[in-house]
């Protein structure tokens, strides 16, 4: 083994002159792309993913509507709808009045089938419910 003595002092590793200077400019010539410029990227590239999703949500909405208008259109009733398109509603809203009101709801609800039912048959079943007697002689 040598002697700690017998090492030179002197280093035999040099640095070239001016190597940190030029150390840069050499890796970035060497790198591919170093001459473009930067690509701009556009507003559709930005939001395209968005878009697309806009666009399906929309498709798949309006597919479905269609489906279910088309799966339903056959299923109304179609005396109902006869007699909505007999109604002009302008002249009928025009027209109302509490009267006419009660005369059309009084038509509609009492039939020929309707059981007679006196007004002790009223109160009892009013009782029955819990409803206090002076409200019940209130509306009597």
């Known amino acids: 083994m040598k002697k700690l003595n017998d090492i030179p002092v002197k280093n035999p590793f040099k640095v070239p002159d001016n190597y940190f200077e030029e150390v840069n400019r050499k890796i970035i010539s060497a790198t591919p792309g170093s001459d473009k410029e930067a690509r701009k990227i556009s507003i559709y590239n930005r939001f395209r993913t968005s878009l697309l999703i806009a666009a399906s949500v929309t498709g ?81």
């Open 60 to 140: 798949l909405i309006i597919i479905s509507y269609t489906t279910i208008k088309l799966l339903t259109h056959d299923k109304r009733n179609p005396q109902v709808s006869e007699i909505l398109r007999e109604i002009d509603p302008d002249s009928y809203i025009n027209d109302i009045d509490i009267s006419s009101l009660e005369e059309d709801a009084s038509s509609l609800i009492l039939s020929d089938d309707v059981p007679d039912v006196s007004k002790k048959d009223i109160v009892e079943y009013l009782l029955q419910e819990n409803v206090e007697l002076n409200d019940i002689y209130e509306h009597l």
